[in-house]
């Protein structure tokens, strides 16, 4: 059931500071990512590592599901980060740098390794599988397939438009195509879709624009590297009074047709299908996530 | 027979403090007062007791106001006998070497109404107040709105003035008379002595007076003005208090956009003022600014430009022994806490290693006054929970205490049953201030107590005289 947890947010939280790690879960962000790779310098990676296993050990996260980004496997840090994290069992691993099933299908083997040497259920940990190049790109779907650890999609946004040669702007217009490229990937696995990082932590106009677009676009949650960015996207990822009023319909449609024993679902003299209940259920679960239907922000 | 002219010229201008305490008759054993309107920027403290010293004064009692850590050097004086003992708040060196043991005799503590109360009831008789005065004219009218040294409001030396038998102000701005407008009148002072400077302007105003931009301490303040806007009071009419920590100054903000989303016209801001409460006045989000203390040179300037903005004496702010206090008309109250217990007790002279750091400012005064008295703190300070079994030092009982704000939850005092009922189903975290507790010892685990020996050297003394605590040598 991890695929459908909301995640609309994901905090990063850097794995060298303890008091961050400690409170990292008081902002309300769904998800909070304690992270060993990129936020943490290299001379502080086993510092980190220790921190992070700590935190794991001892921090009460209490409402904010906690994952680590790991190094990747093919750095000297990735084999050390999984023996230490995987232990403690972490909803899931942030995978950076997945360019192939291969690289799932490695990290998966390692983390079964661990988990039943530690007394742990294969499987347990989740991947969360990050994107960061051309090649990565391209290779999306098998990825997502690779294993059923991988419970969402996400890409690198700065790595990846370095490596396909392609200049970032605040609009983002050429991260069209790898968003693009995430949801369909995703929505064929039955995998979450998550968008990358909003930079300008000063900007929540501009952030507030991209997590509405990407939202629209069909992304379940955004990373985002501040706390003052968590409301401001849980606010974006807030559906509309007219989706939730439709989607209620949906759903009362839905139930009396299934109390009739009817898979014919109509609405206003139109077919309901599948898919719209689907939506219907998403858009109900984001209502409810920001207060919109128990009168609870 | 004097000339007209020369005693219209001299007034009771007085060379200096040397001459101003000899005509003040300063014997062993009196008691000396002083205002904290300079804060850390004062310099008129250490330079009246080094004066005294050198005159050979010797166990004198000091009745500041309050102390702070630019008067460190006074311990000197307490080690060769100059100072006997102190009556007032003490903030930060002073108060440590108190619970090192360096008095005598304990130090009183202390709230801004409680001080009033004390000298009006002759508990505490000061012999001479010593006024530090931005401005002064030859007769001694005095106030704080400008010159070099302008620290706005004179709330606290209100007091001194009207309770000490003499009163030698202290000035670097000696202004031609009348210095209009004036807070403090002539008719209370007897003595003018210019000085080179009475205060470093920089250190006047605090440095802390900045919303915090810290992510947590901005969720504690959110929750606040949550609380505030749900509990039954946030109509026209409104009334508040905010202290100048940065948490305060961020529920104020969080408060001010909800007072402009709901088209509510508030009544009035007391107590330290900011630039920030300034602003709200000038909106008309609020009708007027009683002031006793400005914390920035922008409250400052409007003391001295905005009819809606008055200086008030610390009696009229807070003395529960006047005939009115404006306490008692305070809506909300945002305080802070360095300790609070399962009673809902609040600590906010000792902190967690049990050394007596901060006084009680109007902590207790407002707390008992307000409809809604909210304690804001995180829930634990680096590896130190903030809330307790007990606190070490109770300065504000429980029972005038209403609300905690951490940011992990909001706990409600149980007696206040109606105040719950308004805060149910608003989206606002409540628990019980038990669970706060154990949220909080899930990461800090229970730290071992602070040891104390026999020797008390601080008393707290509540509002109306009565003695509510202790404090004990620390070992």
């Not at chain 1, 994107?131 to 098998?142: D, P, Q, Y």
């Not at chain 1, 995430?182 to 952030?207: C, H, K, P, T, Y």
């Not at chain 2, 909800?258 to 709200?280: D, H, L, N, P, Q």
Request: net charge negative; proline share 5%; glycine share 10%.
């Amino acid at each position: 059931m991890k695929a459908k947890r909301l995640r609309r947010t994901s905090l990063y939280v850097p794995g060298t500071n303890p008091g961050m790690l400690a409170n990292a879960s008081v902002y309300g962000a769904d998800s909070v990512i304690l992270d060993l790779e990129d936020g943490v310098p290299v001379p502080e990676k086993d510092a980190a590592r220790i921190l992070v296993r700590n935190a794991l050990r001892a921090v009460p996260y209490r409402g904010s599901e906690v994952t680590v980004r790991v190094n990747a496997l093919s750095t000297p840090f990735g084999r050390d980060d999984f023996q230490e994290i995987i232990p403690l069992a972490p909803e899931a691993v942030r995978l950076p740098k997945c360019e192939s099933a291969d690289d799932i299908r490695e990290a998966d083997a390692l983390m079964t390794e661990i988990e039943l040497n530690n007394g742990i259920a294969p499987g347990t940990v989740g991947i969360i599988a990050i994107t960061e190049s051309a090649r990565g790109g391209r290779n999306l779907s098998e990825i997502a397939a690779a294993s059923p650890r991988v419970i969402a999609l996400n890409y690198g946004a700065e790595d990846y438009t370095a490596d396909i040669g392609a200049v970032r702007t605040k609009e983002g217009r050429e991260l069209d195509d790898i968003r693009a490229k995430v949801i369909v990937a995703a929505r064929i696995a039955g995998v979450q879709a998550l968008d990358s990082v909003f930079g300008d932590v000063n900007d929540m106009e501009g952030l507030y624009a991209e997590a509405l677009r990407v939202r629209l676009l069909g992304f379940d949650g955004k990373s985002v590297i501040h706390p003052r960015q968590i409301s401001v996207v849980h606010r974006a990822f807030t559906p509309s009074e007219q989706e939730i009023v439709f989607a209620r319909r949906v759903m009362a449609a839905f139930r009396e047709a299934s109390s009739r024993g009817t898979g014919v679902i109509a609405l206003d003299g139109r077919m309901i299908d599948a898919p719209v209940v689907a939506r219907a259920e998403k858009i109900l679960a984001l209502a409810e996530a920001a207060g919109c239907l128990s009168g609870e922000r | 027979m004097p000339s007209i002219g020369k005693r219209r010229e001299k007034g009771k201008i007085v060379a200096s403090l040397e001459e101003a305490f000899r005509l003040a008759e300063v014997r062993d054993g009196m008691t000396i007062s002083f205002h904290h309107h300079l804060r850390d920027g004062d310099l008129v403290v250490n330079m009246a007791l080094d004066v005294l010293a050198g005159m050979g004064i010797r166990d004198l009692v000091l009745a500041p106001s309050a102390l702070f850590p630019v008067h460190e050097s006074l311990l000197r004086h307490v080690r060769t006998g100059v100072i006997r003992s102190i009556e007032g708040s003490v903030n930060g060196p002073v108060g440590r070497a108190a619970s090192e043991g360096l008095f005598s005799s304990p130090v009183i503590l202390r709230s801004h109404g409680g001080r009033v109360r004390a000298m009006q009831a002759g508990e505490l008789r000061v012999d001479v107040a010593v006024l530090a005065a931005p401005v002064a004219d030859a007769m001694g009218n005095l106030s704080g709105i400008s010159g070099p040294s302008a620290c706005g409001s004179l709330g606290y030396a209100f007091t001194d003035a009207r309770y000490a038998d003499r009163v030698i102000a202290v000035t670097d701005n000696l202004v031609p008379y009348p210095a209009v407008p004036f807070s403090i009148p002539q008719t209370l002072v007897d003595w003018v002595v210019p000085v080179e400077s009475i205060g470093v302007p920089e250190k006047i105003v605090s440095g802390t007076l900045r919303v915090t931009r810290d992510p947590l301490r901005l969720i504690i303040a959110e929750q606040v003005a949550k609380v505030v806007e749900e509990s039954g009071l946030f109509t026209d009419g409104f009334s508040m208090q905010a202290g100048a920590g940065g948490i305060s100054l961020a529920a104020s903000a969080f408060i001010r956009e909800r007072m402009k989303a709901a088209g509510i016209r508030g009544s009035f801001i007391s107590g330290g003022i900011t630039g920030r409460s300034v602003e709200m006045l000038e909106e008309g989000l609020f009708e007027s600014l009683l002031d006793v203390q400005s914390f920035d040179l922008e409250a400052v300037a409007s003391l001295a430009s905005n009819r809606g903005h008055a200086e008030m004496s610390a009696s009229f702010y807070a003395n529960t022994a006047s005939k009115g206090c404006v306490v008692d008309m305070l809506d909300a109250a945002v305080l802070g806490a360095t300790q609070v217990d399962l009673d809902f007790n609040v600590n906010v002279n000792t902190e967690s290693d049990g050394v007596l750091l901060h006084g009680i400012g109007g902590h207790m005064d407002t707390a008992a006054g307000a409809a809604v008295t909210v304690i804001v703190t995180p829930l634990f300070r680096g590896r130190m929970p903030m809330i307790v079994d007990s606190v070490l030092t109770v300065t504000t009982p429980g029972q005038t205490v209403d609300v905690v704000v951490t940011e992990r939850g909001v706990a409600v005092n149980p007696l206040r049953k109606d105040l719950l009922e308004n805060l149910r189903g608003k989206g606002i975290p409540l628990v019980e201030i038990g669970d706060l507790k154990k949220m909080a010892e899930e990461f800090t685990g229970i730290p071992k107590a602070p040891s104390f020996g026999e020797k008390i050297i601080g008393i707290v003394e509540y509002r109306d005289g009565t003695i509510i605590d202790t404090i004990r040598q620390r070992i």
